[in-house]
């Protein structure tokens, strides 16, 4: 019996060798870009064409950092992409958070119409809708400002965000609100202070939602942003990689000190992710 | 001081949107409430048209009588349908409902159908000049419609190769997302050490914002810098009948620049997969395989016969929507052939149709155009969702 098992236990191990040996080689797939993006973004300014693989280079620095820095605004950028992205995740996070309410919880005509059109708005071409919103931007005399980038990203990422709260909503259990019905509060005050409160990690996913579509997004930048001051830090990269190909180490800099805290947000926040996305579909 | 500035001009504009925001549940709570009321009519029709006509004219600038009737004509529509129609049900669910739908109509609604309009007349940088100065633009019917299907969109790729290279394209990358997800996922689940830290760095490519994603893995491609290349070049020098065979330094982004955004969107679009698979493994209940075992089933088996089942509710929806986004993925094909020019070997529908307006000022066109795609996807995802429900009838 014992014998047996060992013979088990060593052919467990082999496959766990080869599943460790599996995982780690795509790993590296994953993650080697960003080593490289970090390693060029620390070559010092001559060697930036090097055919050298090493992680880090020989004489490596922070030059290409603090040139960046210090000769273009990409503090600024970060800042104007910083506030034009919180306030549309607030706006949309409160917007969706209310209205995922009523469809989650009423019957009331026109609900089925309501949901094929939040779907249906996923099928609108990437692209489609920015000629239309520039037009209003310059009509509402909003060009070149955070509002107008804010008015048009507000809804984009609405009808995904109504979406995955209305699934978190349903699979929390009506008779929490009944009693509170029962002791007297309001429908309204019911949503505010039970159903809010218990669907923090939904909210919070649609927040990150949100903020990483708003944050990422430079298509609609490019057409309403036109001056350097204004510009969302996608459009600053993307300035420095295109132009000039002598600017590829402050570009990579840029893109570290972009990706980290953005990494380190995903990551924290990475297990409400996965649970957020999987639970609607599961409960079908 | 610059960012005092900045915060006080986004707290203004919150301040903006809440008093919106309160003014339309206002607005919505009075036909709720005193529709029965015989000064229903009267109080609604004299005050909100006025009210629309101050505040449009403080923003757009002009006020006219025009407007007013229009107001006032819509005023009365809407107070009717809550007097005959709406009779006070339901306040509830629509008053939660307003802010949001009344977002999406202003800014999603109605550019769509401004584009719809747009497609049946004829805007590009001849007639912009035209149409700026006397509003009006020459009505071409479908004929924009025809030219999306006989000319091309961009130099000389037409829509036809265009759609087959877009087909190619999203079944492709789809199908590489799924099978490596479901792969990596399966490899996942095992009881691993380091598991935390090896989920952490499969999903990096998706964590990553996709332009640096994009812009750095355009690098990587790079004919001599790239280290896609660096490495063929090693790897010939390092064995010679490699190179015989015709390994050497490829140029990426010139002679096969789909391959290289292929390559590129199956290396971003891997971790959502699998992080979604995962999640569906999970909830798996191991009794089953523990059944399977007794009965003594092989590991394919188990995969044909548990594992793919159990995981198609979770799976189903997340290929519908990894089509749709794949379909409508501008970002990395735009990223990496978009600029200076740039070449029309990659370019699938969407990008095709950013280009089309932007970089050659076709609007109506482009519109048209939009239009179909729109209607493309619409198909495509009415049949996945049927076939999704058809699923789900069958558990």
Redo the contacts between chains.
């Keep these: 019996m014992k014998k047996k098992m060992s013979a088990h236990e060593k052919k467990r191990r082999v496959?766990?060798f080869f599943?460790?040996v599996?995982?780690?080689i795509?790993?590296g797939?994953?993650?080697?870009?960003?080593l490289?993006?970090f390693s060029?973004s620390l070559r010092p300014g001559d060697k930036?064409?090097?055919?050298d693989?090493s992680l880090i280079p020989a004489g490596a620095s922070f030059t290409a950092y603090r040139s960046l820095l210090k000769d273009t605004m990409f503090l600024?950028w970060l800042?104007?992409s910083l506030?034009i992205t919180?306030?549309t995740s607030?706006?949309g996070v409160s917007?969706?958070s209310?209205?995922a309410?009523?469809?989650s919880?009423?019957r009331?005509?026109g609900?089925k119409a309501?949901l094929i059109?939040l779907?249906?708005?996923?099928?609108?071409?990437?692209?489609?809708?920015?000629?239309?919103?520039f037009?209003?931007i310059m009509?509402?005399k909003l060009m070149n400002?955070?509002?107008g980038m804010?008015?048009?990203y507000?809804?984009s990422s609405?009808?995904f965000s109504?979406w995955i709260l209305k699934g978190y909503y349903d699979t929390i259990p009506r008779s929490l609100e009944e009693a509170a019905l029962v002791d007297g509060t309001s429908?309204?005050g019911a949503?505010w202070r039970i159903i809010l409160p218990l669907s923090t990690p939904a909210l919070s996913i649609a927040f990150l939602f949100n903020f990483?579509t708003a944050?990422?997004e430079?298509?609609v930048a490019r057409?309403v942003l036109f001056s350097a001051k204004q510009y969302t830090w996608?459009l600053g990269?993307?300035e420095l990689?295109?132009q000039y190909i002598t600017q590829?180490g402050m570009?990579?800099a840029g893109?570290m000190l972009?990706?980290i805290p953005?990494?380190c947000v995903?990551?924290y926040s990475?297990k409400w992710?996965?649970?957020g996305?999987?639970l609607g579909?599961?409960k079908? | 001081m610059?960012?005092l500035k900045?915060?006080y001009?986004?707290l203004w504009?919150?301040f903006l949107?809440a008093a919106g925001v309160a003014a339309l549940e206002g607005y919505f709570y009075y036909h709720f409430r005193y529709w029965e009321r015989g000064w229903f009519f009267p109080v609604a029709l004299a005050a909100f048209p006025a009210a629309a006509l101050v505040l449009s004219g403080s923003?757009?600038g002009d006020y006219t009588f025009r407007l007013w009737f229009y107001f006032l004509l819509a005023e009365a529509v809407i107070s009717a349908a809550f007097r005959y129609m709406v009779k006070g049900r339901?306040t509830?669910?629509?008053l939660?409902?307003a802010?949001?739908?009344v977002?999406?109509a202003l800014?999603?609604?109605?550019?769509?159908v401004?584009?719809v309009l747009?497609s049946f007349h004829d805007l590009k940088l001849t007639t912009i000049m035209m149409w700026k100065n006397t509003g009006s633009l020459p009505f071409v019917g479908l004929s924009q419609y025809v030219k999306v299907f006989t000319t091309s969109p961009l130099s000389e790729i037409t829509f036809w190769a265009l759609l087959l290279r877009t087909l190619v394209w999203t079944f492709t990358n789809v199908f590489f997302h799924v099978a490596g997800g479901f792969a990596?996922a399966l490899?996942?689940n095992?009881q691993?050490r380091?598991k935390g830290v090896?989920?952490?760095?499969?999903?990096?490519?998706?964590?990553?914002?996709?332009?640096?994603?994009v812009?750095?893995?355009r690098?990587?491609f790079h004919s001599?810098?790239g280290?896609v290349n660096?490495v063929l070049?090693k790897l010939a020098s390092a064995f010679p009948f490699l190179a015989h065979l015709g390994l050497g330094p490829v140029q990426w982004l010139s002679d096969y620049p789909l391959a290289t955004c292929m390559l590129i969107n199956v290396?971003l679009g891997i971790?959502f997969m699998m992080?979604?698979i995962?999640?569906?493994l999970q909830?798996i209940s191991s009794s089953y395989y523990d059944a399977a075992d007794i009965d003594g089933a092989s590991y394919l088996q188990k995969l044909r016969y548990i594992t793919l089942p159990l995981i198609r509710?979770?799976l189903m929806?997340?290929i519908t929507?990894g089509t749709?986004w794949t379909f409508?993925?501008?970002n990395v094909i735009?990223?990496v052939t978009g600029?200076?020019g740039g070449t029309e070997q990659a370019d699938i529908?969407?990008s095709a149709?950013?280009k089309a307006?932007?970089t050659y000022n076709r609007?109506s066109y482009?519109?048209a155009f939009?239009i179909v795609?729109?209607a493309m996807?619409?198909f495509i995802?009415v049949f996945y969702l049927k076939s999704f429900d058809a699923a789900?009838d069958e558990r």
């Design positions: 496959k766990y599943v460790h599996g995982i780690i795509f790993a797939i994953c993650v080697y870009p960003l490289r993006i060029i930036l064409f090097s055919t693989l600024r800042w104007n506030v919180l306030a607030l706006i917007l969706a209310t209205a309410y009523a469809f919880r009423f009331f005509p609900k309501g059109l779907l249906s708005s996923q099928m609108i071409p990437a692209g489609m809708l920015i000629l239309p919103l037009l209003m009509k509402l400002t955070y509002l804010i008015i048009a507000s809804v609405l009808p109504i429908q309204v949503f990483t944050w990422n430079y298509l057409v996608t990269l993307f990689q295109g590829w570009f990579a893109s972009v990706t953005v990494l995903f990551l990475s992710l996965i649970s996305l999987t579909s599961v079908g | 610059e960012i900045s915060i001009e986004v504009f919150i949107i923003v757009l339901h509830v669910p629509y939660l409902l802010p949001a739908f977002g999406l800014l999603l609604v109605y550019p769509f401004f584009e747009l990596l490899l996942l095992n691993i380091f090896y989920r952490t760095l499969l999903v990096i490519p998706w964590a990553m914002p996709q332009v640096v994603a812009l750095a893995m690098g990587e001599q810098n280290f660096i070049v290396w971790p992080v979604v995962l999640g569906g909830s509710p979770v929806p997340a929507l749709v409508n993925n501008i735009y990223l600029q200076s529908l969407v149709l950013y307006a932007f609007y482009s519109a939009a795609v729109f996807l619409f995802s789900k």
